[in-house]
């Protein structure tokens, strides 16, 4: 078994604390489809928000225009859910607290604000939704 098997494992566990984890440890390894899946499942994670809140920050704490399409594609499933989930309350969290740490570094900042730039020409059907909101807000946040 490889480290990623395991982690796609841990992500398959009763135990949020697992889940979580197997998500911080998959957003290392996304590009590969079916971690992308997985890795988009842990933010959306039906059963509890602590598994949401990790992988968000995991993928926000990545950086990269692979980890931003999947939290856009995050946000545009969670703001169509019921509020009573809370997915979409605690994407804006993580999202303002990425914007907060950003902001401490101009040129993270202006990384920030290019790669969420990228975002609104993406292809993808499920990034686009969620791709001028996220770069509104990102926008007014630094």
Known sequence: ?????????????????????????????IGEPMVDAVVLQLVLDPKDTAVTTATADALLGRGDLASWRIFARAWTVAAKMPTETNHIDHLVSCLNGAMYTASMNSETADTMMEIVGQLSADEDETVKP?????????????
């Open 1 to 29: 078994m490889t480290d990623v098997d395991d982690l796609l494992l841990l992500a398959e566990s009763q135990s949020w604390q697992d889940r979580s984890r197997a998500g911080q440890g998959l957003v290392a390894r």
């Open 130 to 142: 969620a791709a001028e909101e996220l770069r509104n807000l990102v926008s007014e946040g630094l």
